[in-house]
């Protein structure tokens, strides 16, 4: 059973991405539509990072994740390197539940 539903979603998600190379000719997009797809995209990307930075399940993630989600955002805005980034925001989220701050 749960092998069909994997083929299932698999084929799906392939006949979706399939159908937006085969129709792209045949969609005409206005100007403005056009100019706010790639902000569109953006946007999701930023909704699904604060999502993920704010809530654990669907209960607040506390203080020390978004803490170090927003010291490593800092980090990345002044073009540090991703491996300082990545480590900089976990050791500061440690030491944040180090000191009892959920």
């Known amino acids: 059973m749960m092998l069909a539903a994997i083929l299932?979603?698999?084929?799906?998600t392939y006949a979706f991405r399939l159908s937006g190379v085969l129709l792209r000719?045949?969609?005409?997009l206005s100007a403005p539509l056009q100019r706010m797809l790639p902000m569109s995209a953006?946007?999701?990307?930023?909704?699904?990072?604060?999502?993920?930075?704010?809530?654990?399940?669907?209960?607040?993630?506390?203080f020390a994740r978004p803490t170090g989600v927003l010291v490593g955002a800092l980090l990345a805005w002044r073009k540090a390197p991703f491996v300082l980034v990545v480590i900089v925001a976990a050791a500061v989220t440690a030491l944040l539940r180090l000191a009892g701050v959920e």
């Open 8 to 12: 299932v979603l698999a084929v799906g």
């Open 42 to 62: 953006a946007a999701l990307l930023a909704a699904l990072a604060g999502t993920a930075a704010l809530m654990a399940g669907s209960e607040f993630a506390g």
């Open 25 to 28: 000719d045949r969609l005409e």
